[in-house]
């Protein structure tokens, strides 16, 4: 009888072994999907570590591996086994929900950025649009973990997250249009394309300083992480998670910071355009690797804004100097300089 | 294999599906059972916690939030002219930019109206 069946079970073995060597597949498991952007993230947490410890005359993480490189990997194991806390007037299944909702949200952005010729996830023609569109949920999830833990401070965190997007999503936008205007396109790839003559950082350099300020804002980074202020709300919305949920909050931050660092490179720094003596995706992680240590720099150096101060820099500055950075598009433009840009 | 764009997301989000919710099932397996009232109450710097965190909060900052629900929709549009850019003749252009001048002066007004902290 099994015998009989065995010619099926090949035929399944067959297609499994196509599906896990076809380039689709290798592309979502491995490089430029889930074990390039999880092993980053960990490489993120131990690269701040060691640039704030270099700030502070400290030395930083030691011991696990060279030079410490594996702590976060030890963090992590650690962090599984560690005791899950519910608080009992907190909405336990919703806090799990949300940590597990926090990282999908986080690494779903990183399928539309290219990470070399064609070596990208989803070749999407809204690239942009569905990142914005996807990280814009993230502080909604924050505010219901603030919602869920049912603590004072958590839920202090998550409202302040929400008037974090109110003053950062505007100009978010405002920024990268003049990106727009001058490719025509809302495909990621095509942006990096029409940077081969010159980075978008020159002809875009106001909405380059506007945008980097927002990812500041949008990833809760030093100069405006209100929703996690470690002097005031001990650990803002995360203060009630514990375990795994814990670690899933916190990797999807360091995966959100890695995603936005690789989105800054992608549309002003030229993308995988580089000399040719490293190869294209090398060029890419390494210009977001020198992204992300430029924020923990900022961590490093710069005191905690308030959240009006943050609102009224959201509105008069930045959204201003966005939209002079249109004017500037558009100058640039009608004396004909639009054709170094054109693909 | 001739997957559309948004297939392949949804893949790569199962993906990350399959990997992430085995853990948070381990953890919630792993977890202490049990009741203890001090290691359970909500973290409040060391003292007795009181009360609920879902109360009434004062809804501050008001003007930046209407003005955000206009300015949302307005950047959308404008994305859609930024993609049209090359398109629309130069002259037509220059209206926009016109368009953006009129909108500076409510801008204008509603941050006199935010900056009064009385009307917080």
Same mark, same amino acid.
């Given at each position: 009888?099994?015998?009989?069946?065995?010619?099926?079970?090949?035929?399944?073995?067959?297609?499994?072994?196509?599906?896990?060597?076809?380039?689709?597949?290798?592309?979502?498991?491995?490089?430029?999907?889930?074990?390039?952007?999880?092993?980053?993230?960990?490489?993120?947490?131990? @690269?701040?570590?060691? #640039? &704030?410890?270099? =700030?502070?005359?400290?030395?930083?993480?030691? +011991?696990?591996? %060279?030079? *410490?490189?594996?702590?976060?990997?030890?963090?992590?194991?650690?962090?599984?086994?560690?005791?899950?806390?519910?608080?009992?007037?907190?909405?336990?299944?919703?806090?799990?929900?949300?940590?597990?909702?926090?990282?999908?949200?986080?690494?779903?952005?990183?399928?539309?950025?290219?990470?070399?010729?064609?070596?990208?996830?989803?070749?999407?023609?809204?690239?942009?649009?569905?990142?914005?569109?996807?990280?814009? @949920?993230?502080?909604? #999830? &924050?505010?219901? =973990?603030?919602?869920?833990?049912?603590?004072? +401070?958590?839920? %202090?965190? *998550?409202?302040?997250?929400?008037?974090?997007?109110?003053?950062?999503?505007?100009?978010?936008?405002?920024?990268?249009?003049?990106?727009?205007?001058?490719?025509?396109?809302?495909?990621?790839?095509?942006?990096?394309?029409?940077?081969?003559?010159?980075?978008?950082?020159?002809?875009?350099?106001?909405?380059?300083?506007?945008?980097?300020?927002?990812?500041?804002?949008?990833?809760?980074?030093?100069?405006?992480?209100?929703?996690?202020?470690?002097?005031?709300?001990?650990?803002?919305?995360?203060?009630?998670?514990?375990?795994?949920?814990?670690?899933?909050?916190?990797?999807?931050?360091?995966?959100?910071?890695?995603?936005?660092?690789?989105?800054?490179?992608?549309?002003?720094?030229?993308?995988?355009?580089?000399?040719?003596?490293?190869?294209?995706?090398?060029?890419?992680?390494?210009?977001?690797?020198?992204?992300?240590?430029?924020?923990?720099?900022?961590?490093?150096?710069?005191?905690?804004?308030?959240?009006?101060?943050?609102?009224?820099?959201?509105?008069?500055?930045?959204?201003?100097?966005?939209?002079?950075?249109?004017?500037?598009?558009?100058?640039?433009?009608?004396?004909?300089?639009?054709?170094?840009?054109?693909? | 294999?001739?997957?559309?764009?948004?297939?392949?997301?949804?893949?790569?989000?199962?993906?990350?599906?399959?990997?992430?919710?085995?853990?948070?099932?381990?953890?919630?397996?792993?977890?202490?059972?049990?009741?203890?009232?001090?290691?359970?109450?909500?973290?409040?710097?060391?003292?007795?916690?009181?009360?609920?965190?879902?109360?009434?909060?004062?809804?501050?900052?008001?003007?930046?939030?209407?003005?955000?629900?206009?300015?949302?929709?307005?950047?959308?549009?404008?994305?859609?002219?930024?993609?049209?850019?090359?398109?629309?003749?130069?002259?037509?252009?220059?209206?926009?930019?016109?368009?953006?001048?009129?909108?500076?002066?409510?801008?204008?007004?509603?941050?006199?109206?935010?900056?009064?902290?009385?009307?917080?």
């Amino acid at each position: 009888m099994w015998l009989q069946a065995l010619p099926a079970l090949q035929e399944i073995l067959n297609l499994a072994l196509r599906i896990i060597t076809s380039r689709t597949f290798l592309e979502i498991v491995f490089f430029p999907g889930f074990l390039n952007v999880m092993l980053s993230a960990a490489f993120l947490v131990w @690269l701040e570590r060691k #640039v &704030i410890a270099r =700030i502070q005359l400290r030395i930083g993480p030691l +011991y696990a591996g %060279l030079s *410490g490189i594996l702590q976060p990997i030890a963090d992590g194991v650690k962090l599984m086994f560690k005791e899950m806390i519910l608080p009992e007037l907190a909405d336990a299944k919703l806090l799990m929900l949300c940590a597990l909702g926090l990282m999908m949200l986080a690494f779903a952005p990183a399928a539309a950025i290219p990470f070399g010729e064609g070596l990208v996830i989803a070749n999407m023609d809204v690239g942009l649009v569905y990142v914005f569109a996807v990280m814009s @949920l993230f502080p909604s #999830v &924050i505010l219901l =973990i603030g919602w869920g833990s049912n603590s004072k +401070y958590s839920f %202090l965190g *998550g409202l302040r997250s929400l008037f974090q997007q109110v003053a950062y999503e505007i100009p978010m936008w405002l920024s990268v249009l003049g990106i727009v205007m001058l490719t025509g396109t809302l495909n990621l790839t095509k942006i990096v394309e029409a940077q081969q003559r010159l980075w978008f950082v020159v002809p875009q350099v106001l909405g380059f300083a506007v945008f980097f300020t927002v990812a500041l804002a949008e990833l809760e980074r030093t100069p405006f992480d209100l929703p996690e202020a470690e002097t005031e709300l001990v650990m803002g919305w995360m203060t009630e998670l514990s375990g795994v949920p814990f670690m899933l909050g916190f990797l999807a931050m360091y995966t959100k910071l890695y995603v936005m660092s690789a989105l800054i490179t992608t549309l002003f720094l030229g993308g995988w355009s580089g000399p040719g003596f490293l190869p294209q995706p090398v060029w890419v992680v390494l210009k977001t690797f020198i992204v992300a240590s430029v924020v923990f720099v900022i961590r490093g150096t710069f005191p905690r804004v308030r959240v009006d101060i943050l609102l009224r820099t959201g509105w008069t500055r930045l959204l201003v100097l966005a939209f002079a950075n249109i004017f500037v598009t558009v100058a640039l433009m009608s004396i004909g300089l639009g054709s170094v840009w054109r693909i | 294999m001739g997957l559309d764009a948004w297939s392949l997301v949804a893949i790569f989000e199962i993906v990350i599906f399959l990997v992430t919710f085995p853990l948070l099932v381990f953890g919630w397996l792993m977890r202490a059972r049990g009741r203890n009232p001090i290691r359970d109450a909500p973290f409040e710097s060391g003292q007795t916690h009181l009360g609920e965190a879902r109360q009434r909060y004062m809804m501050q900052y008001y003007p930046y939030l209407i003005m955000f629900i206009v300015f949302d929709v307005i950047a959308m549009f404008l994305f859609t002219w930024g993609l049209a850019f090359s398109s629309v003749p130069m002259a037509r252009n220059y209206l926009f930019l016109v368009f953006i001048a009129v909108l500076v002066a409510p801008l204008a007004y509603a941050m006199y109206l935010s900056g009064k902290r009385e009307f917080w």
